[in-house]
T-cell receptor, first 114, second 111 residues
């Protein structure tokens, strides 16, 4: 089954404790992306990756890092999480980036930073 | 960062009614996408639009890419209880691989 898998689905942690949210897709997609969803703000793109070793900032990259060492994986790293990063996070992938490739989303990771 | 203006923010309608929601942007978009999100899940693509003026249907859903390339609407005809969810528009503009999402329309259908 074609899917985007995120782990963990839920995490409560404390300020400053480094964490990583993993994302994996089994569709051989080139483009992968991370979003955060906050009430009243919709989804905002954090980082995206056009292909292996190619990443770029979205609209809200501050406080986040990503890496794309393999095509199927695109982890989101919070080196020193802060409470304003409490949010619902989604990973997405598509065959290629750009104008005509709709994205497939994972089921989300709810992060609470205390 | 750039955001799309999506309206209305929320709607309460009776089962069987038609629904209309729209998105506007201050800049030109090359693609308009409409997604639906149900509780505890990620957004799921409903309709993708690629050309100005394009009108596309998916069952009871119809969406149009505005002629100015700065807006799009989604209509749902004869709503049913399972239409409940949050509907998002999204788009990409020329020369960028960033996706911009609207703030969402929360739809509730009363049986």
């Amino acid at each position: 089954e074609a899917q985007v898998t995120q782990n963990p689905r839920y995490l409560i942690t404390v300020t400053g404790k480094k964490l990583t949210v993993t994302c994996s897709q089994n569709m051989n997609h080139e483009y992968m992306s991370w979003y955060r969803q906050d009430p009243g703000l919709g989804l905002r793109q954090i980082y995206y990756s056009m292909n292996v070793e190619v990443t770029d900032k979205g609209d809200v990259p501050e406080g986040y890092k990503v890496s794309r060492k393999e095509k199927r994986n695109f982890p989101l790293i919070l080196e020193s999480p802060s409470p304003n990063q409490t949010s619902l996070y989604f990973c997405a992938s598509s065959r290629a980036g750009g104008n005509n490739q709709p994205q497939h989303f994972g089921d989300g990771t709810r992060l609470s930073i205390l | 960062g750039q955001q799309l203006n999506q309206s209305p923010q929320s709607m309460f309608i009776q089962e069987g009614e038609d629904v209309s929601m729209n998105c506007t942007s201050s800049s030109i978009f090359n693609t308009w996408l409409w997604y639906k999100q149900e509780p505890g899940e990620g957004p799921v693509l409903l309709i993708a639009l690629y050309k100005a003026g394009e009108l596309t249907s998916n069952g009871r859903l119809t969406a149009q890419f505005g002629i100015t390339r700065k807006d799009s609407f989604l209509n749902i005809s004869a709503s049913i209880p399972s239409d409940v969810g949050i509907y998002f528009c999204a788009g990409t503009s020329s020369g960028t691989y960033k996706y911009i999402f609207g703030t969402g329309t929360r739809l509730k259908v009363l049986a």
